[in-house]
């Protein structure tokens, strides 16, 4: 029904722009299948599997979805989608095709992410059987403290004050020394291209530059990238950032050293201290990749590797899935009922996760094992009514919730099937609203992650253990993950939007792993949220950037009501990218969807090869890309 819905709209929906990108589109897939069915034809397309009549149905409609046996890019803008690519293509690892995407995003989508922000990575390589948690998110500089904001709450969220010392290019350079194969400068050529000679604007950063466009034009910075004649630019529109190209070149033939104790950090430094904050060159000397092991989830059947915190969207996702996992079957998270069901599972999970922060700084040893834990989940489960919802307090929450801003995610599979699973964020669109003149770069609003004493949230108090230190890391729901089933790879996914980003995260999961549904299906499927207070239900009732409209069903939405459960519509929501892998022959352990995994065996089969899908969400206007 969607896709139908989607090729109709293609066809008679948009401006001229957008319905000759959508032409072009089309001819580039046709192209490409036919391209593609020549080489299954003649039988030199080794185990490419070219989609049945029904998806190039779909690539077309929308481009949302690609499959090749070779690697495959998800990410929210198909260029960068693309560009990852390129580098599998070279034969680069998928931390390598991580590089180049992130620095492409960074450029392309400037509201969402940069080098002036942090992120979370995921490696999971399947040669070595190893997962690797790379935590580069901000930290608090060291002249920070808990009390910081007391005179003015705003400067936690807007200006140079807000700003955490960024991580996101010292953990890129970090997971390249560990799995890189292509030279470090190679990465960065097509992001220092897109952003010396210019790039279009995509519809979505068009929307966000009007929605900020107040802010761009009172920034200086902004406002000679985003609005150079005075005007903010509009989807069509070609921006350049010279002096992000010009950056981004130093780094690619100095290294990052230059941004953390040379010439570019010197600048960058001067223009926010010069904006009022207080980044020094000791702080950006200081500033350390956390390189850990990865939370492992055991759940469903299922291995779930993710971020640690002070990362909640891990730990959160375990909490939920085992709830819904202490019940009967799977078949409790089915239907109605099922829906039901987790968003209680989430209310709980919610008023539980605030007790955690950097665990660095503060003990939640017992918080981390409580929602790991299947008792823990069982308790918790025998509170939930079939019948009835509740109201907040019921939960039992004490702090006020986290409200951030994740902002892109990408997930990468390649020949080797080693995957990354990537978020990164500058928090807030366009972080700070300060693009500092000297560097091209956009800061950060990352403080405004952490909670502060004088903050009363949502009626409760803030959370002690997510109170600013100097060097401490803010607690985030960015929740970038791998999915394993007998220690074979099954799924990359991740998404962007705050503290939706985990709720969509594990609908994403259930309705692939446990409703059977196709991996575009999963994604595009209308999501509820929960923030415990307000004790409100949002669903989804909104048309997206290219046409499609998203709704839950309306009979949902009366079963929901008729257990007390207060609806209200939303207009947006979280952005999820999903990659699958599905094994179609050689292998027997089938679950019960009636999909095949790979199982180790003792022969050279150990690591199957199957089929990826990748999917990018259609509520964005990106689009994957396959080798
Ligand atoms: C892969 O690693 C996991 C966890 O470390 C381990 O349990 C498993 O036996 C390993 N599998 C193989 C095939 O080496
Ligand atoms: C929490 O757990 C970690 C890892 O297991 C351990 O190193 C640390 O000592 C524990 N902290 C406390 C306060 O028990
Ligand atoms: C829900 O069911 C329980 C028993 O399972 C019952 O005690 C309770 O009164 C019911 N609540 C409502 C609102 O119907
Ligand atoms: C979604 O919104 C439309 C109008 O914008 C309304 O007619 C429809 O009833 C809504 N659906 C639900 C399930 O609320």
Redesign the pocket.
């Given at each position: 029904m969607m896709e139908n819905h989607s090729l109709e709209s293609s066809l008679l929906g948009g401006d001229d722009h957008a319905r000759r990108r959508r032409w072009t589109k089309a001819i580039l897939y046709f192209s490409l299948f036919i391209i593609l069915a020549f080489l299954r034809y003649t039988g030199s397309g080794g185990k490419i599997r070219v989609g049945n009549a029904h998806n190039v149905h779909r690539q077309i409609a929308g481009a949302d979805i690609v499959e090749s046996s070779k690697g495959v890019v998800a990410a929210d803008d198909g260029r960068c989608s693309e560009i990852g690519a390129s580098m599998l293509r070279k034969g680069g690892h998928a931390v390598d095709a991580a590089v180049a995407t992130a620095l492409c995003v960074g450029v392309v989508n400037p509201m969402a992410s940069g080098i002036g922000g942090g992120a979370f990575m995921i490696v999971h390589s399947t040669s070595t059987n190893q997962t690797v948690a790379f935590d580069m998110r901000e930290t608090a500089p060291l002249a920070a403290s808990e009390d910081m904001y007391s005179n003015d709450l705003n400067t936690k969220y807007e200006g140079a004050l807000s700003m955490g010392v960024p991580g996101e290019l010292a953990g890129l350079h970090e997971a390249w020394l560990t799995f890189g194969r292509l030279p470090w400068n190679d990465l960065f050529k097509p992001a220092i291209k897109l952003a010396k000679e210019g790039f279009i604007v995509e519809p979505y950063l068009a929307l966000s530059i009007f929605n900020s466009g107040e802010s761009i034009l009172s920034d200086p910075g902004l406002r000679s990238v985003f609005a150079p004649n005075g005007r903010l630019l509009q989807a069509g529109d070609t921006c350049h950032n010279i002096e992000l190209g010009r950056t981004l070149e130093a780094i690619a033939n100095n290294g990052p050293k230059i941004f953390y104790i040379g010439d570019i950090g010197k600048k960058l430094v001067k223009d926010v201290r010069n904006a009022g904050g207080i980044l020094t060159f000791e702080d950006l000397r200081d500033y350390r990749v956390v390189v850990t092991d990865p939370i492992s989830v055991n759940t469903m059947g299922y291995t779930i590797l993710g971020m640690p915190p002070p990362s909640s969207g891990t730990v959160a996702l375990s909490l939920v899935l085992n709830i819904l996992d202490s019940y009967e079957s799977l078949n409790a998270a089915k239907g109605a009922i099922g829906l039901h069901r987790l968003i209680e599972s989430l209310k709980h999970t919610l008023a539980v996760r605030m007790n955690l922060g950097d665990p660095k700084f503060v003990d939640i040893n017992n918080t981390i094992s409580n929602m790991l834990s299947h008792s823990f989940a069982k308790q918790l489960q025998q509170k939930i009514?079939?019948?009835?919802t509740f109201p907040s307090d019921y939960y039992l929450p004490r702090w006020s919730q986290l409200d951030d801003h994740g902002t892109s995610h990408f997930c990468i599979v390649d020949g080797d099937r080693n995957a990354v699973s990537m978020t990164t964020t500058v928090n807030y669109p366009f972080g700070a609203k300060i693009l500092s003149q000297s560097t091209g770069i956009i800061l950060n609003n990352e403080m405004g992650d952490f909670s502060v004493p004088t903050e009363i949230g949502d009626q409760l108090p803030p959370a002690p253990t997510n109170f600013i230190k100097p060097n401490k890391r803010p607690l985030s729901s960015m929740t970038p993950i791998v999915v394993l089933k007998n220690d074979q790879l099954v799924a990359v996914i991740g998404g962007s939007g705050g503290l939706y980003i985990l709720e969509a995260v594990i609908q994403v999961f259930l309705n692939y792993f446990a409703m059977g549904m196709d991996p575009l299906a999963a994604v595009q499927n209308p999501r509820v949220y929960h923030k415990l207070i307000p004790n409100t239900v949002l669903y989804e009732n909104w048309t997206v950037i290219d046409g499609d409209h998203i709704e839950l069903a309306e009979e949902r939405k009366k079963f929901l009501e008729e257990?007390?459960h207060q609806m209200e519509a939303k207009k947006g929501g979280a952005i999820c990218q999903l990659i699958v892998q599905t094994i179609t022959d050689d292998y027997d352990d089938v679950n019960q969807m009636g999909r095949k995994y790979g199982k180790p065996s003792s022969n050279d089969k150990r690591f199957a090869h199957g089929v990826l899908t990748a999917v990018s969400d259609p509520r964005k206007d990106g689009r994957p890309a396959a080798v």
């Open positions: 009514f079939d019948n009835t257990r007390g």
